[in-house]
C-alpha cells in the first residue's frame, strides 16, 4: 500500500497498515518505504507504544451507533418527541432521554460530538500487575540491574513464589511497562541494563537482513560430529568476533552443551590477529575440553588450518548468511551488548576485564538450563564423563 500523499496525521487505515506489516516481521525502513512514509511517521508508530501494537477500541453492541445518534439529532432538530424518538431506533425512551442529557440537552445535542465523547467515557483506567504492587516493581528493578533479563526474572519469580499469584509476573509485562512509559511502575533509564539498547519490541519473527563475509576453502558444517549438533558431551563449541566501535573486536567462545563462554583480546580483525589470539587462549584450556569449533564465514579465520594444527581443534563453517547456525553464540553476543554496547570501543577493555564479565556470564541462570548456571552446567558435566 502507497500512500499518494504526505499527510501530517496518518489514517487510521494507514495504522492498521504499519502494524500489519510490523507483527509479520518487515523492518521499519521497509514499512516506511512500502507506504510511502518518512521516519517521522515511522517513530510516531512506535515511540508512543515501544512497538506493541496498540488494542483497538471495541464497542458494544448494546451501545447507541453513530447511525442512532444520528436519527435522535434529526428527531431532536424536528422536535419530535423522545418516545417518537426511541419508537423509531427501537430503544428505551429513557435510553434516549440520558443520550440527550448527558451530550448537551435538546439545544446542544450533536450527534458527532455525542459519539466522540462516548468513545472516551468508555475507556477505563487499566491497573497493571507492577503498578499494583510496589514491592514486585522494587524487586524486579533489582534483578533488572544485575542484567537479568525479563524472562529470567518472570521465570525466578514463578519458582521463588509458587503460591503467590501477586509475585508473579510475565516476561512480556514487564517489557510493556518499561517501554510504554505511560505506565510508570519501571524507570525508562532501566532499560540501559537489557540485552539490546531499544525501547521498541521487535516481533520475534523480524527478518535478519545483515550481510556476511564470504570465505572459501572452508570444512563445512554438515560435515561437524552428530554429538556437537545434538549437544550430548561437552566440548563443542561455536565463536564469532564481536565488534566495538573505532574498529575494535573481541572474540567470543560459547560451548554448546553449557552456554559457558570465554572472551578473548584480539588486536585486530586480520586473521593473523585473530588466529594467534584464539591459539593461545585455547591452549590454556583442559585437554580435550574443546573438540571443535563452529565459526562464522568472516575472512578473519582464513588461517583456520593454523589454528586447527596448533590446537587439535576442528574448525567447521555455517552457510554464508546463515547465523543461526551458531545461534548459541548469536545469543551469548546479544548478552554482551550489555555489557558493551553497540558503538562503544573496545580498545581500552583489558583481558582481566573480559574474564570478570565472562565470569559475570557464566554465573547467570538460563532458561535453556533449566535455570541452571552455565558455569555449574559444564563442571556437572565434565565431572560426570571423567
Known amino acids: 500500500m502507497k500512500s499518494t500523499g504526505q499527510r501530517l496525521h496518518p489514517?487510521?487505515?494507514?495504522?492498521?497498515?504499519?502494524?500489519?506489516?510490523?507483527?509479520?516481521?518487515?523492518?521499519?525502513?521497509?514499512?516506511?518505504?512500502?507506504?510511502?512514509?518518512?521516519?517521522?511517521?515511522?517513530?510516531?508508530?512506535?515511540?508512543?507504544?515501544?512497538?506493541?501494537?496498540?488494542?483497538?477500541?471495541?464497542?458494544?453492541?448494546?451501545?447507541?451507533?453513530?447511525?442512532?445518534?444520528?436519527?435522535?439529532?434529526?428527531?431532536?432538530?424536528?422536535?419530535?418527541?423522545?418516545?417518537?424518538?426511541?419508537?423509531r431506533i427501537e430503544r428505551d425512551p429513557g435510553t434516549v432521554c440520558r443520550e440527550i442529557n448527558r451530550n448537551g440537552g435538546l439545544k446542544r445535542y450533536r450527534a458527532a460530538k455525542a459519539d466522540a465523547c462516548a468513545w472516551v467515557r468508555a475507556k477505563r483506567p487499566q491497573n497493571y500487575a507492577l503498578q499494583d504492587n510496589p514491592g514486585l516493581a522494587e524487586l524486579v528493578s533489582s534483578k533488572l540491574q544485575l542484567r537479568w533479563s525479563p524472562q529470567q526474572i518472570a521465570h525466578w519469580l514463578k519458582a521463588e513464589f509458587p503460591h503467590d499469584r501477586a509475585m508473579n509476573v510475565s516476561h512480556e509485562t514487564i517489557y510493556r511497562t518499561l517501554f510504554v512509559q505511560t505506565r510508570g511502575a519501571l524507570r525508562k533509564e532501566l532499560t540501559a541494563y537489557l540485552r539490546r539498547r531499544t525501547v521498541v519490541r521487535r516481533p520475534k519473527n523480524a527478518v535478519d537482513t545483515s550481510v556476511r563475509f564470504h570465505l572459501h576453502d572452508a570444512v563445512h558444517i554438515s560435515q561437524r560430529p552428530a554429538a556437537a549438533q545434538d549437544r550430548a558431551v561437552p566440548g563443542h563449541w561455536e565463536g564469532d568476533l564481536l565488534f566495538g566501535g573505532l574498529h575494535s573486536h573481541i572474540a567470543t567462545l560459547v560451548e554448546r552443551r553449557s552456554r559457558y563462554c570465554l572472551l578473548v583480546k584480539v588486536a585486530g580483525k586480520d586473521t593473523q590477529s585473530v588466529v594467534s589470539a584464539l591459539t593461545r587462549h585455547v591452549q590454556q584450556l583442559p585437554e580435550g575440553l574443546m573438540k571443535t569449533l563452529t565459526w562464522d564465514r568472516g575472512s578473519e579465520m582464513a588461517m583456520h588450518r593454523k589454528f586447527s594444527i596448533a590446537t587439535d581443534v576442528q574448525v567447521y563453517f555455517c552457510d554464508p548468511s546463515s547465523p543461526w547456525q551458531r545461534g548459541t553464540n548469536e545469543n551469548t553476543n546479544g548478552l554482551l551488548r550489555q555489557y558493551f554496547p553497540k558503538g562503544v570501543s573496545l580498545k581500552n577493555v583489558s583481558q582481566a576485564q573480559l574474564d570478570d564479565v565472562a565470569a559475570e556470564l557464566n554465573g547467570r541462570p538460563r532458561m535453556t538450563l533449566g535455570y541452571k548456571t552455565p558455569a555449574d552446567t559444564l563442571f556437572n558435566t565434565v565431572a560426570s564423563t571423567t
Not at 46 to 68: I, T, V
Open 11 to 87: 489514517s487510521q487505515l494507514e495504522r492498521a497498515e504499519f502494524w500489519r506489516r510490523w507483527k509479520s516481521g518487515e523492518s521499519a525502513s521497509a514499512i516506511g518505504r512500502a507506504m510511502g512514509r518518512g521516519g517521522g511517521f515511522i517513530h510516531g508508530c512506535l515511540s508512543r507504544s515501544g512497538g506493541f501494537a496498540p488494542r483497538l477500541p471495541k464497542r458494544s453492541a448494546l451501545s447507541l451507533s453513530l447511525q442512532e445518534r444520528e436519527e435522535i439529532s434529526r428527531g431532536v432538530s424536528a422536535g419530535e418527541s423522545m418516545r417518537s424518538i426511541a419508537r
